[in-house]
């Protein structure tokens, strides 16, 4: 999938289900730059792993995004908006092909973290954010860079002089 059609298709109406406080171009960047990373936006499915979504949810994390004390309850409201079970199984099942339920899911895990969303352009800044909420196995720093450039040019084109 492209970028505008993850942002039309899956981002927009997952932040329409979310707190507007949720909803920020700096989110944005965070999700195109991470599903990216993960998938490249083109495996729903984890290549020989357990992860599922364009977000690569494993179990556990979409388990900790619904039992979390900040994000639980939306999580749920989320869940049912989508009319999947409330339960961690249902979610991760759910969430292969049900991308604004991925995309809800992607979000609130990021506003979990305590710290702020790094400014757009924070590269570094961004990369720190994903290893703390993402935890990847095995992080590939040396494409970070120009996927988070890609996903920061999605949301945020830069001007025609």
């Keep these: ?8 298709q899956a981002l927009s109406p997952a932040l329409a289900l979310l707190p507007s406080r949720m909803e920020s171009p700096q989110a944005e960047v965070m999700l195109l730059a991470i599903g990216l990373q993960e998938s490249r936006f083109i495996h729903r499915r984890q290549i020989g792993g357990p992860a599922k979504s364009f977000w690569q949810f494993e179990l556990n994390g ?8 900040v994000v639980g309850d939306i999580a749920k409201q989320c869940v049912g908006v989508c009319r999947v079970e409330p339960d961690p199984l249902s979610v991760h099942n759910a969430i292969e092909y049900d991308d604004v339920l991925a995309a809800c899911m992607a979000r609130l895990l990021l506003y979990a973290d305590p710290l702020r969303l790094p400014a757009l352009g924070d590269v570094w800044g961004a990369w720190d954010l994903y290893l703390r909420t993402w935890r ?3 992080p590939h720093r040396g494409t970070w860079d120009a996927l988070y450039a890609q996903a920061l040019e999605a949301v945020c084109p830069p001007k025609a002089a």
Excluded at 1 to 8: E, H, N, S, V
């Design 62 to 69: 979409v388990r900790a995004v619904l039992k979390h004390s």
């Design 136 to 138: 990847p196995g095995k």
């Design 1 to 8: 999938m492209t970028l505008p059609d993850i942002r039309a």
